[in-house]
């Protein structure tokens, strides 16, 4: 698995499932990509989307905190699921996040820390 970093927006509220005994958080992240040429930025044409599963403190926190429409920065770890039949196989690239975080470049964010476990102590 590589390590990813990743900027954009949200596209829609963090959605929670139950998988197991843990919830995971679920996000859709959109890239607007491109690229410098001769001294100028050239956007592509359609944007890049991600998706973005957290768990535990990191995926509560994401889903309390974040909303649509959000700038975020990502970083985790990218691998691939796939779903169906071999006739009608599916695929998609997925990111195991290990830090999610508000973009300070493109909105404000106001801090508040969350209190430690008793174990954590």
């Not at 995926?59 to 985790?76: C, E, S, W």
């Amino acid at each position: 698995m590589s390590t990813r970093t990743i900027t954009g927006n949200l596209a829609t509220d963090p959605e929670i499932v139950q998988a197991g005994s843990i919830n995971i958080t679920k996000l859709r992240v959109i890239e607007n990509t491109g690229e410098y040429r001769t001294g100028k930025w050239h956007a592509h044409p359609d944007a890049t989307t991600h998706f973005v599963e957290a768990r535990f403190a990191l995926g509560d926190n994401a889903a309390t905190t974040l909303h649509k429409g959000d700038p975020v920065i990502v970083i985790g770890r990218e691998h691939t699921n796939s779903w169906g039949d071999d006739g009608a196989k599916h695929y998609v690239r997925v990111i195991d996040a290990d830090n999610i975080g508000v973009d300070l470049n493109r909105a404000t964010a106001q801090i508040q820390r969350t209190p430690k476990a008793d174990d954590e102590e």
